[in-house]
């Protein structure tokens, strides 16, 4: 027997980087498939597509959520922030500054990841400690073990907004 696959479309109006977008989609698409293959918005990475590795972490009405577990028609109505969202007019976002200041990156294929997760962080106030920012960023994964610099990272840009002592 052939296998056949039915697929429903539905139109997905959603808030992207401060740009409304309406998108005629497969009801299967992700959310981490729509930015990259339907908006050209490259930033956000495929890792695992099992939202094991953080590496396509994304905001979702302020919120981080690993994008390859999210329908995009989830997202319809709702803001989603990706990485190129956080400098539109090409200054970068203070997180993004520390990290380069800090080396938070090697090979690069987390950062957006870590980064996008390291802003929920700070907008949740949730950067109290060393500890606190290595247990919020547990889900972002990096095999080039840059950890100590993105900690570093996090908690200047935390103390700039006077979080941490």
Do not use: W
């Amino acid at each position: 027997m052939e296998n056949i696959r039915f697929t429903a479309t539905t139109t997905v109006d959603v808030h992207v980087n401060g740009q409304t977008r309406r998108l005629e989609l497969d009801g299967q698409v992700t959310l981490l498939d729509m930015l990259r293959d339907h908006l050209g918005l490259p930033g956000t990475k495929k890792g695992c597509d099992q939202g094991a590795c953080g590496a396509c972490t994304v905001l979702l009405d302020g919120k981080r959520v690993v994008s390859c577990l999210i329908l995009a028609a989830q997202c319809d109505g709702k803001q989603v922030t990706t990485i190129e969202g956080l400098a539109p007019e090409g200054e970068l976002h203070p997180l993004q500054e520390a990290f380069i200041r800090h080396d938070g990156f090697q090979c690069g294929f987390c950062t957006a990841g870590q980064i996008m997760s390291a802003v929920a962080l700070l907008d949740e106030k949730r950067a109290g400690s060393d500890a606190e920012i290595g247990e919020f960023m547990s889900g972002n994964l990096c095999r080039c073990g840059a950890y100590p610099n993105i900690v570093a990272a996090i908690r200047e840009t935390a103390r700039q907004d006077g979080e941490l002592r």
